[in-house]
């Protein structure tokens, strides 16, 4: 069973940082495609940052230069920094897996099977 549980949301004025954590399964951490997305209110769910493949990542142009995904393989962990926050921000974040994924999928979440419950980020200005 794929358990993926997301920590770290919160709230932070405009310019802020904050550090999302998803910790997975060692089987579903080192087989699957591993991702950030979010869905702010009325809108629709989008990708944020996935690792693709051989470890390589892709990210929205939207949070390009400001956030940065990474893992921690010994404890088999995902993180998402998240540097020079605004209110566009605002979400909820969810971490998924996806059993295969590219450079053309990793930002699609229709391409992925697992999520976590998500965690509240707020930016206020």
């Known amino acids: 069973q794929v358990q993926l549980v997301e920590s770290g949301g919160g709230s932070v004025q405009a310019g802020g940082s904050l550090r999302l954590s998803c910790a997975a399964s060692?089987?579903?951490?080192?087989?699957?495609?591993m991702g950030w997305f979010r869905q702010a209110p009325g809108k629709e769910r989008e990708g944020v940052a996935t690792?693709?493949?051989?470890?390589?990542?892709t990210y929205a142009d939207s949070v390009k230069g400001r956030f940065t995904i990474s893992r921690d393989n010994a404890k088999n962990t995902l993180f998402l920094q998240m540097n020079s926050l605004n209110p566009d921000d605002t979400a909820v974040y969810y971490c998924?897996?996806?059993?295969?994924?590219?450079?053309?999928?990793?930002?699609?979440?229709?391409?992925?099977?697992?999520w976590g419950q998500g965690t509240q980020v707020t930016v206020s200005s």
């Open positions: 060692e089987y579903t951490y080192r087989t699957y495609c």
């Open positions: 690792f693709i493949g051989d470890g390589s990542t």
């Open positions: 998924a897996a996806a059993s295969w994924c590219t450079a053309g999928t990793g930002l699609n979440p229709r391409y992925f099977d697992y």
